[in-house]
């Protein structure tokens, strides 16, 4: 069975400092990957995907992922917090060749001016 | 490219009454989920439709729930009669196909008194 597990519910960060929100996921299978980001009183915006391609795997507004399948990790990084990315971030898996999404918890970032 | 559109953004309504939320997808997606976002739940897929026919409604909490997807481009959902318990915010999403990525709408915030 495929579950997904995101190890901080909370993460603060300063302005300027890297981010680092972890993802470690579960499938007998090679899976899709995704990240997602949500806004307050917002929509989730699809930050990134992983399909089996580079497992280094690049995003919008700088953010990138690396897909460590030893490790069973799929983490979200950024050199450089704004103040912007103050949110709500969604690890998701899903087997290719299916519909349904295995959410995470949701981690919710905070940067600190 | 507009994204998926959901109406209305905010609705409140008193308990017993019925409820429709309405859904455009992106033009020349095949695939349609209903989600439901609540606090103590997370995200929860209520129902999934591929070229507007319902793949899977194993999600839908009860009878009171309904939806449908008459053609590509348009899809409700209906509660009734509605109950307090029933608040929540609820997503629309499309793709193409099996294990793409889901574009999500902005949501609908349901506040049922």
């Known amino acids: 069975a495929q579950s997904v597990t995101q190890l901080d519910s909370h993460v603060s960060v300063s302005e300027g400092t890297p981010v680092l929100l972890r993802c470690n996921y579960s499938s007998s299978y090679s899976p899709s990957l995704f990240w997602y980001v949500q806004h307050p009183n917002k929509g989730l915006q699809l930050l990134l995907k992983?399909?089996?391609?580079?497992?280094l795997v690049k995003g919008i507004n700088g953010f990138e992922a690396e897909f460590k399948k030893s490790e069973t990790s799929f983490h979200l990084t950024k050199p450089s917090a704004h103040m912007s990315d103050a949110a709500e971030y969604f690890c998701?898996?899903?087997?290719?060749?299916?519909?349904?999404?295995?959410f995470g918890t949701g981690t919710r970032l905070k940067v600190l001016a | 490219d507009a994204g998926v559109i959901q109406s209305p953004r905010h609705e409140v309504t008193e308990m017993g009454q019925e409820v429709t939320l309405r859904c455009k997808p992106i033009?020349?997606?095949?695939?349609l989920f209903w989600y439901r976002q609540t606090m103590m739940r997370g995200l929860e897929l209520l129902i999934y439709f591929n070229n507007n026919v319902p793949i899977d409604d194993s999600g839908m909490p009860e009878d009171r729930f309904s939806a449908k997807m008459p053609n590509a481009s348009f899809s409700t959902l209906k509660i009734q009669p509605s109950e307090p318990r029933d608040s929540a915010v609820y997503f629309c999403?499309?793709?193409?196909?099996?294990?793409?990525?889901?574009?999500f709408g902005p949501g609908t915030r349901l506040t049922v008194t």
């Open positions: 992983y399909t089996s391609a580079a497992t």
């Open positions: 999403a499309s793709g193409q196909g099996y294990s793409y990525e889901q574009y």
């Open positions: 998701v898996v899903t087997l290719p060749g299916t519909y349904k999404y295995i």
């Open positions: 033009s020349g997606h095949n695939s």
